[in-house]
């Protein structure tokens, strides 16, 4: 509803209104009760530090004076796409209610896979160590600490960065804290106790079981499971993904500035810090000097532990040696979302015509607005060869024939370029070991390496359809070669 008035009908409200709507994940035909959020968080004055600009290109983005960061997405965005969630939910008064129906549609999307990953990152034998799985489900959907944000840097290899005490590092801000719980509940109680098994949710809201011991997968609840055991695991899985373990950004405010009243350089031989400042011709109070002295600290540090630097490779006698990349904690995956959407547009008689685009992914369908007003369901979508495509062949400037009218891909909403990016930075990084593992018996183009160093995965252009066969292609050569390894 608007904000202390009447629902306004959706042709009441502009196209930027709308575009931006379809931006925050909504269906403006179906949630026209809560386009109010698009329209006030376009009206709103940015805050501050925030300043609008345009790019060369004419693109709009958003610059950040304190930080020196810029993004292509409204500083607000985050705040109201929160708000047209919970709206969507009642505020959360379903989720976890007894009294309430089961619906997992409201469940936190989560696989097996990720659970795997995480119980490999912390040592943790998911069917020996049963009892400590649902620690290792809740460090999987924990969130990154309010004050830290994740950045990747050149060779796609994440580090983290403090927004309070403008430091980095590579190792995840919560490993220390999950370590210990670990550690804790293995001294503490028998973790063997427990079974091997765990509900999953997926993005459609699918409900199944996995035996960690079997590593098979079934719809059929086990023994014990019913609908009150999953709808708080529901609650549970809410409140991990919401809960900040290291304290809410205004109780954490004080321990912060508790903090830097430390010495900067605790650890750290004075004459390093002198030379240093000496060197740069700044203070040793200068904030930028403690940075770098700590940053060189840390990396000394690192190559005496076993060579965790923050370069995948260094040179030796003139000779280049590689070094493996640090162990990295499993990333989460973005959740995948129930529609893609893509828009398109073209000039017919002068004219300039539009088109949305969105692929529905539980029912694997098409649907399509003509100039924000005719709605077809359940087209078929053509790519230029006459190939019917599904979601793996779409992205950035694919060209398509819709109602025989041929169009191009232009843009995406944010939640499609992460899911893009995502899997293009997954299939991607296969192909590259496929590449290196046939490298090593033979010579061949570097064509994924070329990929990966010279493409901005993240403004999805990448062909997922394209490196799916790639891959393919790879594992016949590697089969050819050497059966065993691409097994």
Same mark, same amino acid.
């Given at each position: 509803m608007q904000r202390g008035g009447r629902v306004k009908d959706v042709t009441e409200y502009p196209s930027e209104v709308l575009d931006f709507a379809v931006y925050l994940g909504m269906d403006p035909n179906v949630?026209?009760?809560?386009? =109010?959020?698009?329209?006030? %968080?376009?009206?709103?004055?940015?805050?501050? &530090?925030?300043?609008?600009?345009?790019?060369?290109?004419?693109?709009?983005?958003?610059?950040?004076?304190?930080?020196?960061?810029?993004?292509?997405?409204?500083?607000?965005?985050?705040?109201?796409?929160?708000?047209?969630?919970?709206?969507?939910?009642g505020a959360g008064g379903r989720v976890g209610s007894a009294q309430d129906d089961f619906d997992p549609d409201e469940a936190v999307p989560i696989s097996h896979q990720e659970i795997s990953d995480m119980c490999s990152y912390y040592d943790v034998d998911a069917v020996s160590e049963a009892g400590l799985l649902p620690l290792m489900r809740e460090a999987v959907l924990t969130p990154l600490p309010w004050m830290y944000r994740e950045v990747t840097d050149m060779r796609g290899h994440p580090y983290f960065y403090n927004s309070e005490t403008d430091e980095s590092h590579r190792e995840h801000p919560l490993d220390v804290y999950w370590q210990d719980l670990v550690q804790?509940?293995?001294?503490?109680?028998?973790?063997?106790?427990?079974?091997?098994?765990?509900?999953?949710?997926?993005?459609?809201?699918?409900?199944?079981?996995?035996?960690?011991?079997?590593?098979?997968?079934?719809?059929?609840?086990?023994?014990g499971m019913d609908e009150e055991g999953l709808r708080l695991q529901i609650a549970s899985d809410h409140h991990h993904r919401r809960q900040q373990v290291l304290g809410e950004r205004d109780a954490q405010r004080g321990v912060v500035e508790e903090a830097e009243a430390v010495d900067p350089y605790e650890g750290i031989d004075d004459e390093v810090v002198?030379?240093?400042?000496?060197?740069?011709?700044?203070? &040793?109070?200068?904030?930028?000097?403690?940075k770098f002295v700590r940053e060189m600290e840390d990396r000394k540090r690192a190559i005496e532990r076993g060579g965790k630097t923050w370069t995948t490779e260094k040179y030796?006698?003139?000779?280049?040696?590689?070094?493996?990349?640090?162990?990295?904690?499993?990333?989460?995956?973005?959740?995948?979302?129930?529609?893609?959407?893509?828009?398109? =547009?073209?000039?017919?008689?002068?004219?300039?015509?539009?088109?949305?685009?969105?692929?529905?992914?539980?029912?694997?369908?098409?649907?399509?607005?003509?100039?924000?007003?005719?709605?077809?369901?359940?087209?078929?979508?053509?790519?230029?060869?006459?190939?019917?495509?599904? %979601?793996?062949d779409l992205y950035i400037g694919q060209k398509i024939d819709v109602l025989g009218k041929p169009t191009t891909l232009m843009q995406a909403d944010h939640n499609s370029l992460q899911w893009l990016e995502y899997h293009a930075k997954r299939l991607l990084k296969k192909a590259h070991e496929l590449e290196n593992e046939i490298m090593q018996f033979k010579p061949i183009p570097d064509v994924i390496h070329r990929i990966l160093s010279e493409k901005n995965l993240s403004d999805g252009r990448v062909s997922l359809r394209w490196v799916m066969k790639h891959i393919s292609m790879l594992t016949t050569q590697l089969y050819r070669i050497k059966p065993s390894t691409s097994k």
């Open positions: 949630d026209v009760q809560h386009l =109010w959020m698009a329209e006030e %968080c376009l009206g709103s004055a940015l805050p501050a &530090p925030w300043t609008e600009h345009t790019s060369s290109r004419g693109d709009v983005y958003f610059y950040n004076a304190d930080t020196d960061a810029s993004m292509v997405e409204h500083p607000l965005e985050a705040q109201y796409r929160q708000m047209y969630t919970e709206a969507k939910m804790e509940a293995r001294n503490s109680q028998d973790v063997s106790r427990g079974e091997p098994w765990m509900v999953f949710f997926s993005a459609g809201g699918i409900v199944s079981y996995y035996s960690f011991e079997h590593q098979d997968e079934t719809s059929i609840p086990p023994e002198q030379e240093m400042s000496q060197l740069l011709g700044m203070r &040793p109070s200068d904030p930028r000097v403690v030796d006698d003139g000779r280049k040696v590689d070094i493996s990349a640090p162990k990295m904690r499993p990333r989460q995956p973005p959740p995948t979302p129930k529609r893609l959407v893509f828009f398109a =547009w073209w000039f017919e008689e002068g004219v300039k015509k539009y088109m949305e685009l969105r692929y529905d992914m539980g029912e694997k369908i098409f649907h399509i607005t003509l100039n924000k007003t005719v709605a077809l369901r359940d087209v078929k979508i053509a790519g230029r060869e006459g190939e019917l495509l599904q %979601c793996w």
